[in-house]
């Protein structure tokens, strides 16, 4: 089967440039914008509620992260999530930590509650507790084995009616009918703060350039950040360390091409 749309979708964003409207958390906003950078797209980092409709409306896709939450973030989460809702622009949640306290986990099923999400991306323990499955979450890591995460992430997204991707050893990304998984990962990608923030970052941007493909624009965001892991990993030395890694890790966002990210991608259907 042809996975094509890898290097189409990464074309596409390329070529449009899109606005990616992000409320993240303050320990990686700034890894968040320079991989929508990196990647050719363009960042908007606004947080602040009494802007929030003016904002989103500038915006092909808006992306919600409760890393750092609080109730001004859930606010503005809230008014820009409508906003982009009536203007039908995408919008993408990262339920980071989920499952972890009571608080994250209400704000994450509030949000899906009360707002039209396209895609969620959350590493797997943060999928089954939204789920509601026995799970166990420390800090913002999956801990869980490799259980059957495709009927997982599957599930999740036929109860949340939106495409889900639950990423760890193995990524799985699926619209509740089909699910994809991508096999490119790193070890070093579990050792830098923020790489999966940044995973949804460059999903959210697939996505606001391919709005009408949301499964296959959220897999080319997730394959992208999985393949850059091994194409950073492979360039270091033995000797260097995790501020190497994220150097390369952000340069081969930036050197990314469609024919690479095509070639190497380990991705099928299951």
Known sequence: MSYKFLGQILSLVRARRPLVHQITNYVTVNACANATLAIGASP????APEEMEEMVSLAQALLLN?????EN???AMLLAGR???????PVLLDPVGAGATAYRTKI?????????I????????????????????????SVTDQA??????????????????ATGEVDYISDGKKCLAIYNQHALLQKVTGTGCMCTALAACCVAAAPQQPLEAACTGVA???????????????????GSFHTELMNAFAEMNPGTLQEKTRLKWV
């Open 44 to 47: 908007i980092m606004a947080h």
């Open 108 to 116: 994450s099923e509030n949000l899906l509650h009360e707002l039209r």
């Open 118 to 141: 396209a895609v969620v991306r959350g590493n797997q323990s943060e999928i089954r507790a939204l789920l509601r499955l026995s799970s166990e979450t420390r800090g913002v890591d």
């Open 73 to 75: 973030s859930y606010k």
């Open 224 to 242: 992208i950040s999985g393949l850059a892991g091994e194409i950073a990993a492979a360039k270091i030395a033995p000797a260097l360390g995790t």
């Open 83 to 89: 906003a982009a809702n009536t203007r039908n622009i």
């Open 148 to 165: 059957d995460f495709s009927a997982v992430a599957a599930t999740a997204a036929r109860k949340f009616n939106c495409v889900v991707a």
């Open 66 to 70: 409760i890393g750092t939450p609080d």
